[in-house]
């Protein structure tokens, strides 16, 4: 049994859990021990624009008016600050410092010598003012308290100073940092419960997930991932199913296929051999071509029937996987020439309604095989100009794409409609919309949103990539979209000439 120490280290939902709560009280310490200094800045910084705007004020005030020193004694007052003016040879003039009112004598000066408040402070150990301009801090030696003091001339060759207590700021600041504390605390608090619900909940998943994996890797294909919703998560559960079906319905097939091969004891060595051989293709590359041919060959070379027929119906497998193989090397090919370019962009004007019509002809037979209702609304005698055999591919592959993935109510509609400069044609089809996830990545290569329609059918997830290929070549636009009930796939193809301007041909 394992100790609740090791059951606590081996989940992945407690690690997940301790690294995003870890991130986050790391990061509120580390603005904790940053905060004080900051809002000691800010708050410095803005004590200097005020003291700086009440200078501009009080220099701006009309000097001998009857209420001057009146408004400069409300104007400090106001503001919590102090204001004292002094002139060039820093005799003091006027000070709104200490008690009374404000045309009080001690606010003036009576003999001409005395001083300002300002020349009988003493510098302050922390005079750290961060760069401002014509801001000092300064200490008062009756009240041994720190003050900050602004200092500029004024219009009339006087010097104003502005006084302001750093206590006040210090006390603000304080406040400011102590609510900070308090409310890191709680945040950390309140994030800690919704972290450990929204990890647990996020978690859930994987756990069953990798249980399913481990019944998988025991051989026992029974159980299935649930529903996760259409994300990664949900697709990844998705996949697991398909691939366990996959699994089971090969092994099921080895089975029988062995069962018949060991009914022939004197090849049963090569049969041996051919079905692991089989088997470890089969783990490391599902059903690929080169897996099937191989073994397939491996058994024709070792003799393994005299019967014509059994030796016809292998070769006859080893023929298809080969024309798969085939297909695939020429839709490379075609999509690595268009991609690079190579061959010259020649357009021609030409009856596009002639060949849509051509196709669904050809196509008939699997249409109506498959019970699809085919509605073509595209003139036949619709010109246009563009590259004809390229834009026959696309229709090809908007058409087979329509019939492979065609359900519900089974129609397929093939419409126009005409933009001015060019013919948008559309092909849409009932049955189940794309993923959102999937609507912008089917037009890449390999990629193939319907997991179900795999190489069984020829598709190797080419075809829209080379539709976008061949569009972009023309620099026409292309698009794919969801409607109710359905999907419909749309390109362009130009009226005339003139619609590709200066492009070279």
């Known amino acids: 049994m394992k100790s609740p120490v090791t059951l606590i280290k081996s989940k992945v939902r407690v690690k997940l859990f301790a690294l995003l709560l870890a991130v986050i009280i790391l990061f509120l310490v580390l603005i904790n021990f940053t905060s004080y200094p900051l809002l000691m800045r800010t708050f410095t910084n803005s004590t200097y624009r005020e003291m700086r705007a009440l200078a501009q004020t009080a220099d701006s005030l009309i000097s001998g008016s009857e209420t001057y020193y009146i408004d400069l004694f409300a104007l400090a007052k106001n503001n919590n600050m102090d204001i004292e003016i002094t002139d060039s040879d820093n005799y003091l003039v006027y000070t709104t410092v200490g008690s009374g009112p404000a045309l009080s004598s001690e606010r003036f000066s009576t003999s001409g010598s005395t001083s300002s408040q300002y020349s009988s402070m003493q510098d302050s150990d922390n005079n750290n003012t961060y760069g401002l301009k014509n801001l ?249 100009f563009a590259q004809r055999d390229k834009i026959e591919i696309v229709l090809k592959n908007y058409l087979t794409n329509a019939i492979s993935h065609c359900a519900g109510k089974k129609i397929i509609l093939v419409d126009y409609k005409d933009t001015g400069i060019s013919y948008r044609i559309s092909v849409a089809n009932t049955g189940d919309n794309i993923a959102k996830e999937d609507l912008s990545e089917i037009w890449d290569s390999f990629y193939r949103a319907d997991k179900a329609h795999g190489r069984s059918e020829n598709r190797f997830g080419l075809g829209l990539s080379i539709v976008k290929s061949i569009m972009e070549n023309h620099g026409c636009s292309y698009s794919v979209i969801n409607t109710v009930g359905g999907v419909r796939f749309t390109f362009e193809v130009a009226k005339d000439v003139t619609y590709y301007g200066e492009k070279t041909f």
């Open 136 to 384: 000092e801090i300064k200490k008062r030696i009756a009240t041994n308290a720190d003050y900050f003091v602004y200092r500029s001339s004024s219009s009339r060759a006087e010097l104003i100073y502005v006084y302001y207590s750093v206590a006040h700021v210090k006390n603000v600041v304080d406040t400011a940092d102590r609510i900070y504390s308090v409310f890191s605390i709680s945040v950390i608090a309140v994030l800690g419960i919704i972290f450990f619900i929204i990890v647990s909940r996020f978690i859930k998943p994987v756990v069953e997930i990798n249980d399913v994996t481990k019944d998988m890797a025991r051989l026992n294909f029974k159980r299935k991932c649930n529903d996760y919703g259409e994300d990664e998560i949900g697709e990844l559960g998705k996949n697991i199913n398909v691939l366990s079906d996959t699994l089971s319905t090969t092994l099921d097939d080895l089975k029988d296929k062995n069962k018949q091969l060991e009914k022939d004891i004197e090849l049963r060595l090569a049969l041996d051999n051919a079905r692991k051989s089989f088997i470890s293709n089969v783990s490391h590359e599902l059903k690929t071509p080169i897996a099937i041919i191989s073994g397939y060959a491996e058994g024709l070379s070792e003799g393994i029937s005299n019967d014509p027929e059994t030796i016809k119906e292998y070769c006859g497998i080893i023929q298809e996987e080969s024309s798969k193989m085939n297909s695939l090397v020429l839709e490379l090919l075609e999509l690595s020439k268009l991609e690079s370019k190579a061959a010259p962009f020649e357009p021609e004007r030409y009856c596009i309604g002639a060949d849509v019509a051509s196709l669904l002809d050809h196509l008939k037979i699997q249409t109506e095989q498959a019970g699809i209702t085919v509605i073509n609304n595209v003139p036949s005698d619709l010109m246009c």
